[in-house]
C-alpha cells in the first residue's frame, strides 16, 4: 500500500494498462479481464486485476497529465514491482493524413517539460519506447487490422492550449500528435529497468476541428486495448 494506491502486496500484475480515465479503466477490466477485481479506489483512480487468456494483468489508471503519471508509474514500478506499463489513451492528430480512430505508437516524444526535467538538469533527455513492445504492437496493429500510426508524438502540460504557432512548428516537422503522459511515463520506465509504451486512439484531429464524443473516448476504444494486450504478452 502506498500514499496513492491502496492495493494491498501481489494485488497488482507485472504488466499494467494504463488508460488516464478511471471509467476507463473500470470499461476495460470488465470488457477484457477474467475474474477482475478492483485493488485500488484512493483518490477515485481505479484499478483492477484480472488475466487475460491466462496471463495476469492489472488496468490502472494514471489520471491526467504528467504529474499524475509520473506519481501512479512510480508506485507501480517501485512499491509494486511492475515491469511493463502501457498506456492506452486519447490523442489529438496533427497531421493532414490521420484520422478519428486511428492507432499511434509512440516511438519517442517532443515535449518542453515534464517532472522528470530537474533530475536531468541540462540534459535533454529523450524518452523513447521499449523496442520489443513498439515492435510487437505494430504487428498487431497489422494483424487486426487497425490503421496504425509509428513515430514522435508530443507530450504536453496543457489542455487548453495557448500556442497555435507551437502546434503549427510542430505539424511541420511530422510530429504525429499530441497528448499529455507519455514522455513521463517512459522518462520514469527508463529509470527503473522497465518497459513501456504509450498506445493512444485518435479521438480529436487538430487540423480539421473533428472530435469524438466523451463516451467514445470512454467505452469506444477496444481495438487499442486488443492490440495493447496482444503487444505485452507477444513472444
Known amino acids: ?48 486485476t484480472g488475466t487475460w487468456r491466462g496471463h495476469r494483468v492489472s488496468i490502472h489508471a494514471s489520471g491526467m497529465g504528467m504529474a499524475s503519471m509520473s506519481i501512479y508509474a512510480h508506485e507501480l514500478l517501485h512499491d509494486y514491482g511492475a515491469r511493463t506499463l ?33 533530475l536531468f538538469r541540462d540534459v535533454q533527455f529523450a524518452p523513447c519506447a521499449d ?8 504487428d498487431a496493429a497489422c494483424a487486426l487490422g487497425l490503421p496504425v500510426h509509428v513515430g514522435n508524438i508530443y507530450s504536453s502540460d496543457t489542455f487548453y492550449d495557448e500556442r497555435p504557432d507551437l502546434n503549427a ?37 487538430l487540423l480539421r476541428g473533428e472530435h469524438l464524443t466523451s463516451l467514445d473516448r470512454e467505452q469506444g476504444f477496444e481495438g487499442m486495448f486488443e492490440l495493447a494486450l496482444t503487444a505485452a504478452f507477444a513472444k
Not at 502501457?86 to 515535449?111: K, P, W
Not at 523496442?131 to 505494430?138: C, E, I, K, N
Request: net charge positive.
Open 86 to 118: 502501457i498506456r492506452v489513451g486519447s490523442t489529438g492528430a496533427m497531421q493532414e493524413h490521420m484520422n478519428l480512430r486511428d492507432i499511434v505508437l509512440a516511438q519517442t516524444c517532443t515535449t518542453i517539460s515534464t517532472p522528470s526535467k530537474p
Open 169 to 205: 512548428i510542430m505539424t511541420r516537422h511530422g510530429v504525429l500528435a499530441v497528448e499529455m503522459e507519455a514522455a513521463e511515463l517512459y522518462a520514469v520506465a527508463a529509470r527503473f529497468g522497465a518497459r513501456a509504451l504509450a498506445v493512444m486512439t485518435v479521438s480529436d484531429h
Open 1 to 48: 500500500m502506498t500514499v496513492h494506491i491502496g492495493a494491498k502486496p501481489g494485488e497488482i500484475a507485472q504488466t499494467v494498462l494504463m488508460p488516464g480515465d478511471p471509467m476507463r479503466a473500470k470499461w476495460a477490466a470488465e470488457r477484457f479481464l477474467t475474474g477482475a477485481e478492483c485493488v485500488n479506489q484512493v483518490r477515485g483512480m481505479l484499478g483492477y
Open 131 to 138: 523496442f520489443g513492445l513498439l515492435r510487437a504492437a505494430h
